[in-house]
């Protein structure tokens, strides 16, 4: 039986900044290598922030100053991959026993990426997932992915393979992960919400594949001295609702609400050939007769230089 113990870490970035959400990050070290747990999935943007509520000064047609100063903040406090930050990350990975999934917001040159940087205990970093389409005004502060990014990696529980956030609402997305044999699904997110429950066990039960979804949390606007238009500064801005769903879509660990803290469960790959007996997405439930995807997974450059 191929029985592993997986995590999702509820967590948020703290408004202290990265290296405050490091030290509470490494604060669980303790309990992961005494809980046994070989895979740690990290929510979304965790080191770097999700800003939410923010515009960044801009409106159409034009930007204001203010703006620019709050995204050279939160340029700064985003980090390099590799840099200091995955290096710790990666000494953590080892000391725990436990393989990382892990959302930050990448630096590369003058722009930004939210991507999932992927940790093995024995080798360090190992891979990284950029979003490939940022979701509304995040536009503003995100570049795009391309395809090169979309890694599944063997670790010690499986084939783990991550979207982040809304693109798991992307059905060729999806289609592309099944067919790279997905068996562990990390979604790294800050939707709290009911529904999002609803896609991360239809995905489950679509893929007949374990979903990890480990989600921020974060007090009220107040708690944090920020202001959200339209917001109740009582309500969280953001509750969690981490979850860990089985291959039949059947929830096994959580939601876990309004708190910090790891949510744990206990799976067995083996279960996914029983679970695909009757619906294997990319296998005897496929017409290739009739629908097919191209994935397209060269990197893109807009200036390439020959010689």
């Not at 489950?204 to 202001?227: D, K, M, N, T």
């Amino acid at each position: 039986m191929a029985r592993s113990r997986v995590a999702a870490l509820q967590l948020g970035s703290s408004p202290e900044g990265k290296a405050e959400t490091l030290n509470q990050i490494l604060s669980y070290e303790e309990e992961i290598r005494t809980q046994g747990i070989q895979l740690v999935v990290m929510p979304e943007a965790l080191l770097g922030g999700y800003p939410k509520g923010s515009d960044f000064g801009t409106y159409l047609g034009f930007r204001l100053p203010e703006g620019r100063e709050e995204f050279a903040a939160y340029f700064a406090n985003a980090i390099d991959v590799p840099g200091v930050e995955t290096d710790r990350l990666a000494e953590f990975s080892t000391r725990t026993g436990a393989d990382i999934v892990i959302g930050v917001i990448e630096r590369s040159g003058s722009s930004l990426f939210c991507s999932a940087l992927f940790f093995s205990a024995e080798k360090g970093l190992v891979a990284r997932h950029r979003k490939l389409m940022p979701t509304g005004t995040e536009r503003l502060i995100w570049g795009q992915g391309d395809g090169s990014t979309l890694p599944m990696v063997e670790m010690a529980a499986g084939k783990v393979g991550s979207a982040i956030c809304w693109e798991n609402h992307m059905p060729l997305l999806r289609a592309a992960m099944y067919a790279k044999g997905v068996q562990i699904w990390c979604a790294p997110t800050v939707d709290e919400r009911d529904v999002w429950q609803a896609s991360m066990r239809h995905i489950a039960h679509e893929g007949r594949c374990f979903v990890i979804s480990a989600c921020q949390v974060q007090p009220s606007p107040s708690a944090l001295s920020i202001e959200v238009v339209g917001w109740d500064p009582q309500r969280p801005l953001i509750k969690g609702n981490s979850l860990i769903v089985g291959p039949l879509g059947d929830v096994i660990a959580g939601p876990l609400r309004d708190k910090a803290g790891l949510l744990i469960a206990e799976i067995d790959i083996d279960e996914l050939v029983r679970a695909r007996y009757d619906f294997d997405v990319s296998g005897h439930y496929s017409r290739p007769d009739i629908f097919s995807l191209k994935v397209d997974e060269r990197p893109k450059h807009n200036v390439e230089f020959v010689k």
